[in-house]
């Protein structure tokens, strides 16, 4: 299988994915992906519309730094405050532009999770978008991961980290993920399998791995 490149994005955005984890309960049932709330989710117009994160030309990168410099800077990426109206509005139009905007998807699971009452759309419908436009980006899928994975949906989180690593196996991000999931699930023989690979891989957060000593499965 062809390998796709990991950016330095790519990298601090699931490097966040991972420190904003926290502890999840274990032994919580598991619950259905519901994504009857995105009925209504406004479809994207065309033209300047659902334009590829990833496309590293000239002419799509012009205009990322256009969007990134007046809606999705600083503040809003540390859920501050809004650059040009209210904060879920630039969070908005920039996955509107760029529907697997890595950051901007990461923000917006973060947000939610702070404050969940601002939102008429769950992050599930931005992240379903998209995986629809762009079924062959991995860390989509590992976002969308990790966004189940803080609500307890564990099955489904399982099966969106193996979807990840179906298009790209030498992440180690999300090997990291899938193996902070199966200490959730309790499975210690899986959890350090893909602990293995990512430390193999390079990953450097030693908590997956401090885990795993703590119930002796390790090394």
Request: glycine share 6%; aromatic share 12%.
């Amino acid at each position: 299988m062809e390998t796709i490149p990991i950016s330095v994005d790519v990298r601090r955005a699931v490097t966040a994915a991972l420190l904003g984890l926290g502890l999840v309960c274990v032994g919580s049932p598991a619950r259905a992906l519901d994504l009857s709330a995105c009925e209504d989710f406004p479809p994207l117009s065309p033209g300047q519309f659902g334009l590829d994160y990833r496309d590293k030309s000239e002419g799509n990168q012009t205009f990322l730094k256009l969007v990134e410099d007046f809606h999705f800077t600083a503040p809003v990426e540390q859920l501050i405050s809004g650059q040009s109206g209210h904060l879920l509005g630039d969070l908005n139009y920039t996955l509107r532009r760029f529907p697997n905007h890595h950051r901007a998807l990461y923000a917006m699971i973060r947000y939610h999770r702070q404050e969940p009452q601002k939102f008429t759309f769950p992050p599930a419908c931005y992240l379903q978008r998209a995986m629809e436009y762009y079924p062959s980006d991995p860390l989509v899928k590992t976002l969308f991961g990790i966004y189940l994975h803080h609500n307890e949906q564990y099955q489904e989180a399982l099966q969106m980290y193996q979807a990840a690593l179906g298009l790209f196996d030498r992440s180690a991000e999300t090997h990291y993920n899938i193996g902070l999931l199966y200490i959730d699930l309790e499975d210690y023989p899986k959890a350090r399998e893909h602990a293995r690979r990512a430390y193999d891989l390079g990953y450097q957060l030693p908590g997956l791995r401090r885990m795993l000593e703590a119930v002796d499965h390790w090394p």
